[in-house]
């Protein structure tokens, strides 16, 4: 069960804001099938449909509160690497927002 340490506005509604890298490109860096690969530390695995693996905005201000926009995509890209093992730049890093309804 994933509990949610943010504002979150209807129970039957879940959103995610993040900096990282869709299901194609973790399949293509890491050695195992995307599915399998987990959130772990900064990192969580979201979106409708579990296929974005990222650090979400209130965990990157509230580990980092001094980062500057123009730093995001390379401190995320170096911590996904060294958790993950990946060779990511900071040009593979998308932003990632979603909305979805559950009910």
Known sequence: MKIRKGFVSNSSSSSFVAWGVDEDKIAENINADASDIEGEGLFEKSGSNYDFLGIELSTLMRTNPGIKLSEIKSFVAK??????????????IEFYEEGWYDG
Do not use: W
């Open 79 to 92: 911590k996904m690497n060294k958790q993950y093992g990946t060779s990511f730049k900071k040009e593979d």
